[in-house]
């Protein structure tokens, strides 16, 4: 079971970037994929969750209206597209993947696999 995120970057703040989380291992259609971040010092924070049974997804305040996670069912990857990113979400990103539906912004005990994390630089 892997999951390897992708395509985070450097970008100045306004900017935007679209990570992706590609799954392999399992049939990621039937679980709650969420998005992590963590800042040098912070503790880690969730920013998104989707069910890719249903595409339901859910946001932390502090990205709603700026991202959007989304998934593709055949490709077994998830994407977060970022945008009007500001220097606050400069941070690691890391995706996550757990059974069943999200049902709401799950805690990072509720997933069970992880990857490697993306870097995101807004400056």
């Known amino acids: 079971v892997q999951l390897v995120e992708s395509g985070g970057g450097s970008v100045q703040a306004g900017g935007s970037l679209r990570p992706s989380c590609a799954a392999s291992g399992f049939t990621a259609s039937r679980y709650c994929i969420g998005w992590f971040r963590q800042a040098p010092g912070k503790e880690r924070e969730g920013v998104a969750a989707?069910?890719?049974?249903?595409?339901?997804?859910y946001y932390a305040d502090s990205v709603k209206g700026r991202f959007t996670i989304s998934r593709d069912n055949i490709k077994n990857t998830v994407y977060l597209q970022m945008n009007s990113l500001k220097p606050e979400d400069a941070a690691m990103y890391y995706c996550?993947?757990?059974?069943?539906?999200?049902?709401?912004?799950?805690?990072?005990?509720?997933?069970?696999?992880w990857g490697q994390g993306t870097q995101v630089t807004v400056s």
């Open positions: 989707i069910s890719t049974r249903t595409g339901t997804a």
């Open positions: 996550a993947a757990g059974p069943g539906d999200c049902v709401r912004l799950r805690k990072e005990y509720e997933y069970r696999y």
